[in-house]
């Protein structure tokens, strides 16, 4: 069977940990869209091991496989098998030949566009991921199967580049050295398809995915991002260029919509949130970098509020895996969790980070957002609409801190009771059952509920 996992919010709500956790019954681990823009970090065996680009599951001696939907930059892929093979493991990594290839003139425009759009910019990592989309959807794109094939890679370079450079000299202004140079590009990635010829790494994912299913074999479909930042169901124009919700998980694979909807798709929720980038947050508290409005007044409630995010970015580690960023961080947003809910077709939810909010003495939730006079449960369709949006809150006791591993280890009822209401309030506003919470980054520091591979 297959189980799909989907960020519910912004991103960064810890999918990686929730694929490891539940890695043990997969056979194979694939991600259905993204690229190296989407860091995730997973402990096993007191090792910390940061991915931006391989499959979590590969870690753990799992088959791991980037999709079609995925954007692949060889270099960072190489980088990354490299290195864990210096640390001993041995990475089992297989690329979709329909996946298509970020190329250095994609990181190039990448950084030159979002230095452009100013307010429009969508704080993008610079990593080429929009750019490959682009190309993608233009029908100008390089796939894995490309490097493949000499004569096919020389042709598409010899299309493409030429454009890539006049935009860049041409409408930016911009000097351009080798990576926009054809015979450089073409040397550099030919060498690439060499090794991926030579390690056997490329497959046709669909047919590769679907004979492990028939053989038997359990399945894990692996999202980057999260719900909001979905460049369908997301905060246009402050968004990734994918589908991080699991209808991407279908077409980023090539397994039938009946066979994802057949499986798990489960939910990972942060119990706040948090986002790295520009745009509207109702439930934020304080700022980041001038990134929010200036929350100083005389009752000091603006400096509360930032020591408090302060502080709940520092318990949680919430800065960027790939850029070191800080993260905006706010309350939980029911309305987008509603709206997640909606969109994936949740069958259970992973809720992790308690244990950041434990020893707070109250604990807020946007339940629903007042907006041009209504009150409304989900998200408006614009994000214009949404920054009119303000939260309604509700108040919840806060927990106090505990051993978190004994707590993992003895189970859901040695949650603390104040902790265990919050959880179950978010369960019954999403009609979803609770498969996990997670109280700490490593994988023993989680309280499984159900497994969703053992599910009826």
Request: net charge negative.
């Amino acid at each position: 069977m297959t189980v799909t996992i989907v960020g519910s919010q912004l991103g960064d709500e810890g999918k990686g940990g929730v694929v490891d956790l539940y890695g043990d019954a997969a056979d194979v681990v694939a991600r259905y869209q993204g690229g190296d823009n989407a860091g995730h970090t997973v402990v096993d065996d007191g090792e910390k091991y940061k991915l931006s680009l391989v499959p979590s599951g590969a870690v753990r001696g799992k088959v791991g496989v980037l999709g079609n939907g995925c954007v692949v930059n060889p270099e960072t892929l190489f980088d990354e098998i490299d290195t864990l093979r210096e640390r001993g493991l041995d990475p089992d990594v297989r690329v979709a030949e329909r996946a298509h290839v970020i190329l250095p003139y994609h990181r190039a425009l990448d950084g030159i566009e979002e230095e452009e759009k100013e307010d429009l910019a969508a704080g993008t990592t610079k990593r080429g991921i929009g750019p490959t989309y682009e190309d993608k959807a233009g029908r100008r794109g390089v796939r894995i199967g490309d490097l493949l094939d000499p004569e096919v890679l020389r042709e598409r370079l010899e299309y493409v580049v030429p454009q890539k450079k006049a935009l860049a000299e041409d409408v930016f202004g911009k000097e351009t050295g080798e990576e926009f140079d054809v015979d450089h590009l073409y040397d550099t990635y030919r060498e690439y398809g060499e090794r991926l010829a030579e390690e056997d790494m490329t497959v046709d994912c669909g047919t590769f995915l679907q004979d492990h299913i028939d053989d038997g074999d359990n399945v894990m479909l692996e999202g980057a991002q999260g719900t909001s930042l979905d460049i369908d169901h997301g905060v246009y124009p402050y968004v990734t260029s994918s589908n991080p919700t699991s209808g991407g998980a279908t077409v980023g694979t090539g397994l039938g919509p009946t066979v994802v909807g057949q499986g798990e798709v489960v939910g990972i929720v942060k119990a706040y949130l948090s986002r790295v980038g520009t745009g509207p947050l109702p439930t934020e508290l304080g700022g980041v970098e001038d990134q929010t409005p200036d929350y100083e007044d005389e009752s000091g409630a603006g400096e509360a509020e930032e020591e408090l995010a302060t502080y709940i970015r520092d318990e949680g580690g919430e800065y960027g895996t790939v850029t070191g960023r800080p993260r905006r961080v706010g309350w939980l947003d029911m309305p987008m969790l509603r709206h997640a809910a909606r969109a994936n077709g949740f069958t259970g939810l992973a809720i992790n980070h308690i244990d950041v909010l434990a020893g707070l003495d109250e604990v807020k939730v946007g339940h629903s957002y007042e907006f041009d006079g209504e009150e409304i449960f989900t998200m408006p369709p614009t994000t214009e609409q949404w920054g009119r949006c303000e939260a309604t809150f509700r108040t919840f006791d806060g927990w106090p801190e505990v051993d978190w591993s004994e707590v993992a280890a003895e189970g859901y009822e040695a949650v603390p009771e104040n902790a265990r209401t919050y959880l179950e309030y978010v369960s019954d506003e999403l009609d979803t059952p609770i498969y996990a919470i997670g109280v700490g980054p490593g994988r023993e520091e989680t309280v499984i509920v159900e497994n969703p591979y053992e599910s009826p």
